[in-house]
């Protein structure tokens, strides 16, 4: 058995299109799916509820993701367990072939590689993700794919879910680089924003929750794997790749320095991002 553990604040629109990847499928009967509602004030829970007892749902009064992974931690019971964003999506068949690499040893945590849908997004969100394609973080599923994996001995590696912005960050960086894999076959389907502007709003929740990763954990960092920094210089050298690379360095300057200034302020405003949610709207039927 797998349990999918999904948490879910406000994810009226999308969260039926997650849901319908898993449940009604052949193998879904080897699927635990606890969708764990919180802090929502739309519609989610009862979108979840019309997909019968095959999903266990569950709602919280509290608005905070790492309290819906504590939550949904309590009620799955069993291992493999999977971890997914409510917004991405997923196929009944990748999750088997991650709870298959899982069941093989020899791994503790494993992940999708992403797959960035770009419909409807601009012409500058479109270079952003053409030159991020091109850096090693962009093939490193735990923290890019919006879904990780855990085998029992992995979750073990730490205890509750701490009160953090970057869960996936939080949990990649408990496992050295050899205990952890990106499936490059497996696959998600994470939607960019629309816009420049969605796009450092997010690129600075990004940012926030590496500095508080490195103030309140600093003891991760020494399982951090490959930085962009030299992959990025080297790109300098194809002149074609200059607009992207403007706009990419521009995106992420001014990510930084908003959440620089938004942490020596006290200001934590969570950066969510809907447009790419119309997009999964108007594109996925």
Not at 111 to 125: E, K, M, R, Y
């Amino acid at each position: 058995m797998i349990s999918i553990v999904v948490p879910a604040h406000n994810e009226s629109s999308v969260i039926a299109r997650t849901l319908r990847q898993w449940v009604g499928n052949p193998a879904s009967d080897q699927i635990r799916v606890v969708v764990v509602c919180n802090g929502c004030s739309d519609d989610t829970a009862n979108v979840a509820r019309r997909f019968g007892p095959a999903v266990n749902v569950v709602e919280s009064n509290i608005a905070r993701k790492t309290h819906a992974l504590n939550l949904g931690d309590q009620i799955a019971d069993v291992f493999p367990r999977i971890y997914v964003d409510a917004d991405i999506l997923i196929t009944v068949d990748a999750i088997l072939a991650l709870a298959s690499r899982l069941d093989e040893g020899g791994v503790l945590a494993v992940a999708p590689t992403a797959d960035i849908n770009l419909a409807g997004c601009s012409w500058l969100v479109r270079k952003y993700f053409g030159i991020r394609s091109r850096l090693p973080s962009s093939r490193e599923g735990i923290g890019g794919s919006g879904v990780y994996a855990l085998s029992e001995a992995g979750r073990k590696r730490f205890g509750q879910f701490p009160d953090i912005t970057a869960d996936d960050t939080f949990v990649r960086l408990q496992f050295r680089p050899e205990e952890r894999e990106t499936l490059p076959r497996v696959r998600s389907m994470v939607f960019a924003p629309r816009t420049l502007l969605q796009l450092i709003a997010v690129r600075t929740r990004a940012y926030r929750g590496t500095f508080e990763l490195a103030r309140r954990f600093p003891e991760l960092r020494v399982n951090k794997g490959p930085a962009n920094g030299r992959a990025l210089i080297a790109l300098f050298k194809e002149p074609r790749l200059w607009a992207g690379l403007l706009i990419y360095c521009g995106v992420n300057i001014a990510a930084r320095c908003k959440a620089t200034l938004g942490s020596r302020l006290g200001a934590h405003r969570w950066q969510r991002d809907d447009t790419s949610r119309a997009v999964l709207s108007d594109s996925i039927k």
